[in-house]
């Protein structure tokens, strides 16, 4: 804490002021990065074909994650989870699932629009998560010089592909 | 006959060596599993192996050597199960079997665990990391896509960009059994796990299963139209 009052340049009483504890500011931390990057409203307008939304929330999510710093957030809570298991569970909501609510609520308004079949998009924003999370987020958390790849262009159209085939309004039941 | 008494002494010491490597590698995942990589001591792990530490010295010059060494042994370990004959099997059964050992091994072989370890050494061992990811994670990945080629080539998946759907396929499964057990101290099989794999494979199926032919003209007529 000492030292982070430093880099700050407040006096230590300042920083407690403000945060209580460590635990409060790394929590406050954490949502600070994920502030904005969760939030999917207005990204998605109505003229925007069911591809075109899914791109635009997957981009979204991977610029939070790679220009924001949240895969490093990630690395520090996943190594606190065996000293500070409460505030890992808290941050796996946050960091994991960057806010799920928002997420499947986008995903809702999809639905809504007649543009993806109606489905349980709780269960489809695991999926699609999941998907994009492996083929970006995964490999990025085991190299701290992680960058999006070249072909990231590509590689979303894979997973929106995916989830197309999947919830699109043509699919299967 | 001087020879073979060499001989079956050569195979006693290669045992003996084997039994040691065994016993080295099953302490030290213990300590690291307790301790975490940083704070495991090469002393602790010889004396809980029972072999002096120039013994377990000889078996692995280093640090990073044996923690590398644990991790590619849990993945060897659960790759030789994982991938074994497709032949009689529907695609369904042959993924579900993979989907299957993979959760038993995140859950019971404490894997998730032994992962949260890696990525927490990431900035302060970038390469044992890397390692880790090139020598284990990648590897898996292409055992996983050539059953998946098979797959294709036998007709019950539709050609595809194999390397792209084992990712998709993975991170469906990865998000119910690894995700959660990342950020989560003692993370247990949850009850609907078996259905949650099988809801996986589902989709994935449904992404990358054989289509069953258009009646009159094929697809590729239709395409052509």
Not at chain 2, 141 to 170: C, F, K, N
Request: proline share 4%; aromatic share 8%; net charge negative.
């Amino acid at each position: 804490m000492a030292d982070i009052a430093r880099e700050a340049d407040v006096s230590t009483a300042t920083l407690y002021k403000h945060f209580a504890s460590k635990e409060t500011l790394f929590n406050a931390v954490v949502k600070e990065a994920a502030r904005g990057s969760g939030n999917y409203d207005g990204l998605i307008t109505p003229q925007d074909s069911a591809r075109d939304a899914l791109y635009k929330i997957c981009r979204s999510y991977l610029s939070a994650q790679f220009d924001d710093g949240a895969t490093a957030l990630m690395r520090v809570v996943i190594a606190e989870v065996p000293g500070a298991p409460d505030l890992a569970r808290d941050m796996y909501e946050i960091l994991g699932n960057r806010r799920s609510d928002t997420l499947i609520k986008a995903i809702d308004t999809l639905i809504e629009q007649g543009k993806l079949r109606p489905h349980d998009s709780a269960f489809a924003m695991r999926l699609g998560g999941g998907m994009l999370k492996e083929v970006f987020v995964w490999p990025a958390l085991f190299d701290a010089e992680a960058t999006l790849p070249p072909d990231t262009e590509e590689k979303i159209q894979g997973v929106v592909d995916a989830f197309l085939a999947l919830y699109g309004p043509e699919s299967e039941v | 006959m001087g020879g073979s008494l060499n001989l079956g002494l050569a195979t006693y010491r290669k045992s003996v060596s084997e039994t040691k490597r065994a016993a080295i590698l099953k302490a030290a995942r213990d300590i690291f599993l307790r301790d975490g990589y940083s704070r495991a001591a090469m002393a602790e792990i010889a004396r809980e192996a029972d072999v002096s530490t120039a013994t377990l010295y000889k078996h692995f010059d280093s640090k990073e050597t044996l923690f590398a060494s644990v991790v590619q042994d849990a993945y060897r370990e659960t790759d030789s199960s994982m991938f074994v004959d497709i032949e009689g099997k529907s695609a369904r059964t042959v993924l579900r079997n993979v989907a299957a050992l993979y959760a038993q091994q995140q859950f019971d072989g404490q894997m998730n665990d032994l992962l949260r370890v890696v990525i927490a050494e990431v900035p302060s061992a970038p390469d044992l990391a890397r390692d880790v990811y090139r020598n284990s994670v990648l590897k898996r990945y292409s055992q996983l896509q050539a059953m998946v080629d098979e797959l294709v080539a036998r007709g019950d998946l539709r050609p595809h960009d194999t390397s792209a759907s084992i990712r998709h396929l993975a991170g469906m499964v990865k998000e119910f059994v690894v995700w959660p057990g990342l950020f989560a101290l003692g993370f247990k099989r949850p009850d609907d796990m078996d259905a949650k794999i099988d809801a996986c494979i589902d989709a994935y199926m449904k992404i990358y299963g054989a289509r069953p032919p258009a009646s009159g003209a094929s697809r590729e007529d239709a395409i052509g139209t």
